[in-house]
C-alpha cells in the first residue's frame, strides 16, 4: 500500500439544489480549468467489531465505479483539530489516511472483524486543480441503497439537493495555507452556494437562481 | 487713512458672496480634505516602508470619500468665483515667467489645436447650417448618449444587485426565499449532510442485510458462500460505543440490559446456519485450517514465538496471544478434552460471580465444537452475547480461563499446556512486551487457584507470560482484570500507551471514545493542538 505524505485534509462542505447544479459546473469549468470528471464512488462504510480493540473506529472503502476495472480505496478520517485555532479556520482540518487497496479489501476487513455500518452511493462529477493547494471539488448526489450492496437500485437520500464537497489535502506543517487556499477558492463559489464545515448548516444562497441564470445564458447583456 | 482704506477694502466683500462663499465651511472642509489626503499618503508610505500589501478596499473607499468631498469643495468655489480673479502677491525671479502661462485662460498651443480639430470632426456636415440647427443636431446627439449611459448604468446596477456585489452607496438588496421553501430546504439539507458524514439514515434494519439477488460486478467476488455481509445485529453494537457519553455506572446498567436482551436473542437463534449475519461476530472464520501449522487460525501457532515450539502436536496448544479472543477461547476448549471443559466451565462460572462490576452476566459463551467453527451452540447457560462485544469482559475471562485451568489441572499430565510450558523458556515467550508494563501484577497472580503442587509453582512465570501474551497482543483488555483482581485503580501501561488509563471504576472497561474524538493516543493531534 502506498501512503500519501499529506495525513491530514482540509475540507468544506456545502449543498446546492439540484436545478443549478449545471451552473455550478458551468462557474467551476471556469474556474478550475480543467475537464470534469465523473464521479461514480460506492462507498461502504465500516465499523470495528469489540474483538478489535475499545476504541471504536470507522473505515471508508470507497470504490470508484466509473472506470471500466473498479478501483478500491481505503480511507480512515480521524478527528478534526479542535481549539481556538482551529475555530477560526474557516475550514474543517482533520486527519485523513487513504490509500488504494486491493479488491480483497472488503473481505480482508471483514475477516479482521469489521462490520458494515452502512453504505451510499456518490453520483456526479469531480474538479481536481491546483491553486494553492491541490483541491478537488466534488459535487454528486448521495444515493441509498434499499438493499444490500444493491447499486443498480439506488435512490437518493435528498432528490432535489446535491452535496459539494471541496477537499484539500495537508499536512501538520501547511494546513494553514492549504486552508487559506481552499477558503479563498470557496469565495468564488459564493453566488452559488456557501460552504462550510461538516456539520454546520448553511441553507441555499438567495441569489443561487439569478447567478445560475446568468451562468446558463448565453453570453447576457444587451446591445446598445 | 490706510487703515481704514484697507478696512473698507476689507468690507467691499459683497454681503451676499460672501454668504454664498461660507468662508468658515469651506475652510473647515479644506483642512479636513487635506488631512484625509495626508493621511493616505502616510498609509501608502507605511505600506511601502513594511512592503505589506495594501488592503485595496479600504484604500479605495477612503478615496471615493476624498474625491467626493474635493467635488464638493470645488463646485461650492466654482459658484463664486467669478467676481474674484487671482492676483499674483509674490513675484518673483521664479516665478515671472511662469505666472502669465498659470494665469491665462487661453489654451495651450497644443491643446488649442486638440480642440479645434475634435470641433471640427463634431461638426462635420454642419458648417453650412445655421447655428440653431447645429445646435440642435448636437442636443440631439448628446441625448442620444445620455440615453446609452443610462441604459449601462441600469444594466451594471443590475448585474451588481444578482451579484450582491453592493453598491458603493448602499446595501445590496438580496432577494429571500419564502419562509416555507427554506425551512423545507433546511430539513433536507439536514437530512444530507447526516447522511453522508455520519450515515444516518442510511443504515439497513438487521433483517434487510442479507444479500439478496445478484451482486453488483464489484463485489460478485467479494463473498463466499459461508460468508455474509457481517454487519451489527440492528441496534446492538452502536450502543457499545456511545458516543460522547462519559464513561459510569449508568452506562453498565443500560448494557447489562443490553446483554440480557440479545442473550434471549441469541439463545433463539443458536441453531442457526453458518451462513448469515445472525450472530454478528462469529461468523467470519471458516473451517478452522488445523493441519496448516503455521496459519494464524491453527491452535498450534496461537503466539508469537518461534516455530521450533511448534512442530510437536504436543505442543499444539501454547500460550494464547490475542488474535481474536473468542478464538483463544475457542482454540483452547477444543483442545481440552471434554470433562475439562466442563471443569473449567464451572470454574469460569466462579470466577464470573467473584468479578465485581459486571453486573449481572451470568454466563458464559460454551462453545461446543463441532466441525464448523463458523456457529456455536450456546448451552443452556444464560448467555451473554454482549460479552462478545466488551472487549475487556473477555479477556477477563480468559485470565479466568487460564488461571482456572491451571489451578485445576494441576497433575494433569496430558494437558499439552504444561508440557509445553515446561519446555519453553521463559524468554521466549514475552515477545511483545512493552517496557512499561510493571511487574506488579505478579503478586495477584499467586493468589489465585495455587496448590502446593509443583506444576504449579514452575509454572508461575508461565501464568506471568500467559498473562503477559494477553497484554503484549495489544489487548487493553488484560490491563482491565489486573486493575480488577487487584481492586484498585491502577493506570496501566500497556501496548496502547496510556488508553487504558480512562477507565474508572468498572473493570469492564467501556471504552467510550469515539474514533472521532480528540483523545484517542494514535493520533497526532494532541501534538498539533499544543502548537496552537
Known amino acids: 500500500m502506498q501512503l500519501k505524505k499529506a495525513d491530514m485534509e482540509c475540507v468544506v462542505q456545502g449543498i446546492i439544489e439540484t436545478q443549478h447544479v449545471e451552473a455550478l459546473e458551468i462557474l467551476l469549468q471556469g474556474l478550475c480549468g480543467v475537464q470534469r470528471e465523473r464521479l461514480r464512488i460506492h462507498e461502504i462504510c465500516l465499523k470495528n467489531g469489540p474483538n478489535l480493540g475499545l476504541v471504536a473506529s470507522e473505515v471508508r472503502l470507497l470504490c470508484d465505479l466509473e472506470q471500466t476495472e473498479p478501483s478500491w480505496t481505503v480511507r480512515h478520517i480521524g478527528g478534526a483539530m479542535r481549539g481556538a485555532g482551529a475555530e477560526q479556520i474557516s475550514v474543517l482540518v482533520r486527519t485523513m489516511v487513504e490509500s488504494k487497496v486491493s479488491k480483497n479489501v472488503l473481505r480482508m476487513f471483514y475477516t479482521l472483524g469489521y462490520k458494515l455500518d452502512h453504505e451510499l452511493l456518490r453520483v456526479g462529477f469531480s474538479f481536481q486543480f491546483n491553486r494553492g493547494a491541490q483541491i478537488t471539488v466534488t459535487v454528486s448526489s448521495v444515493n441509498k441503497m434499499l438493499k444490500l450492496h444493491a447499486t443498480d437500485e439506488a435512490v437518493p437520500v435528498t432528490p432535489g439537493i446535491q452535496m459539494v464537497e471541496v477537499t484539500a489535502p495537508a499536512s501538520a506543517e501547511n494546513y494553514t495555507e492549504v486552508a487559506a487556499a481552499v477558503s479563498s477558492f470557496c469565495e468564488y463559489l459564493a453566488p452559488l452556494l456557501h460552504l462550510s464545515k461538516p456539520g454546520v448548516s448553511t441553507g441555499v444562497v438567495p441569489t443561487a437562481a439569478a447567478a445560475a441564470a446568468s451562468l446558463m445564458s448565453d453570453g447576457g447583456g444587451t446591445t446598445l | ?532
Open chain 2, 1 to 532: 487713512m490706510e487703515g481704514e482704506s484697507v478696512q473698507q477694502q476689507q468690507e467691499r466683500l459683497n454681503q451676499a458672496v460672501q454668504q454664498q462663499l461660507n468662508l468658515e465651511q469651506v475652510k473647515t472642509r479644506a483642512i479636513s480634505l487635506f488631512k484625509a489626503i495626508s493621511r493616505i499618503l502616510e498609509d501608502f508610505d507605511a505600506y511601502a516602508r513594511t512592503n505589506t500589501t495594501p488592503k485595496w478596499q479600504d484604500i479605495l473607499g477612503q478615496y471615493s470619500m476624498v474625491n467626493l468631498e474635493l467635488f464638493n469643495i470645488v463646485d461650492d468655489i466654482k459658484k463664486v468665483s467669478k467676481p474674484f480673479l487671482v492676483y499674483p502677491k509674490n513675484v518673483n525671479a521664479d516665478n515671472a515667467t511662469i505666472l502669465p502661462v498659470m494665469l491665462s485662460t487661453k489654451l495651450l498651443p497644443e491643446m488649442e489645436t486638440e480642440d479645434t480639430s475634435k470641433r471640427d470632426q463634431l461638426l462635420q456636415g454642419m458648417q453650412n447650417l445655421p447655428i440653431a440647427t447645429q445646435i440642435d443636431k448636437l442636443k440631439a446627439r448628446l441625448d442620444m448618449i445620455a440615453g446609452a449611459c443610462e441604459g449601462a448604468e441600469k444594466v451594471l446596477a443590475d448585474t451588481r444587485k444578482a451579484y450582491c456585489f453592493g453598491t458603493r452607496q448602499g446595501p445590496a438588496i438580496a432577494p429571500t426565499l419564502d419562509k416555507g421553501q427554506a425551512a423545507k430546504i433546511q430539513e433536507q439539507e439536514n437530512l444530507l449532510r447526516a447522511a453522508v458524514n455520519v450515515g444516518e439514515g442510511l443504515r439497513l434494519p438487521g433483517d434487510q442485510r442479507h444479500i439478496t439477488a445478484s451482486l453488483p460486478m464489484h463485489l460478485a467476488d467479494v463473498f463466499t458462500v459461508n460468508e455474509g455481509p457481517q454487519s451489527f445485529p440492528e441496534g446492538s453494537s452502536n450502543n457499545v460505543y456511545i458516543k460522547n457519553t462519559p464513561l459510569s455506572s449508568n452506562s453498565m446498567g443500560g448494557q447489562n440490559s443490553l446483554l440480557q436482551n440479545s442473550g434471549s436473542q441469541l439463545l433463539g437463534r443458536s441453531a442457526a446456519s453458518p451462513n448469515v449475519a445472525t450472530n454478528a461476530t462469529f461468523d467470519n472464520t471458516a473451517a478452522s485450517p488445523i493441519p496448516y501449522a503455521n496459519s494464524p487460525r491453527s491452535s498450534t501457532n496461537m503466539m508469537n514465538t518461534p516455530s521450533p515450539q511448534q512442530q510437536t502436536p504436543q505442543q499444539q496448544q501454547q500460550q494464547p496471544t490475542v488474535q481474536q479472543q473468542q478464538q483463544q477461547q475457542r482454540q483452547k476448549m477444543m483442545q481440552l478434552p471434554q470433562q475439562q471443559q466442563q471443569l473449567l466451565a464451572q470454574q469460569q462460572q466462579f470466577r464470573q460471580s467473584a468479578m465485581q462490576g459486571l453486573g449481572q452476566l451470568h454466563g458464559q459463551h460454551q462453545m461446543q465444537f463441532s466441525q464448523q467453527i463458523g456457529h456455536q451452540q450456546f448451552q443452556g447457560r444464560q448467555l451473554t452475547s454482549g460479552h462478545v462485544q466488551h472487549g475487556i469482559g473477555q479477556s477477563q475471562l480468559n485470565q479466568g480461563n487460564q488461571m482456572a485451568r491451571i489451578s485445576q489441572f494441576s497433575g494433569a499430565a496430558n494437558n499439552a499446556l504444561f508440557n509445553a510450558a515446561q519446555t519453553t523458556p521463559n524468554t521466549q515467550m514475552i515477545p511483545n512486551i512493552s517496557a512499561g508494563i510493571s511487574s506488579q501484577p505478579l503478586l495477584p497472580r499467586m493468589q489465585f487457584g495455587l496448590s502446593g503442587n509443583n506444576p504449579q509453582r514452575n509454572h508461575a512465570s508461565q501464568m506471568l507470560s500467559d498473562q503477559m501474551f494477553n497484554m503484549g497482543g495489544g489487548n487493553p483488555g488484560g490491563m482491565m482484570s489486573i486493575q480488577q483482581q487487584q481492586q484498585q485503580q491502577q493506570s496501566s501501561q500497556g501496548a496502547f500507551g496510556g488508553l487504558a488509563s480512562n477507565a474508572q471504576n468498572l473493570p469492564s472497561g467501556m471504552m467510550t471514545l469515539q474514533n472521532t474524538q480528540q483523545n484517542h493516543p494514535n493520533f497526532s493531534q494532541q501534538r498539533q493542538q499544543n502548537q496552537q
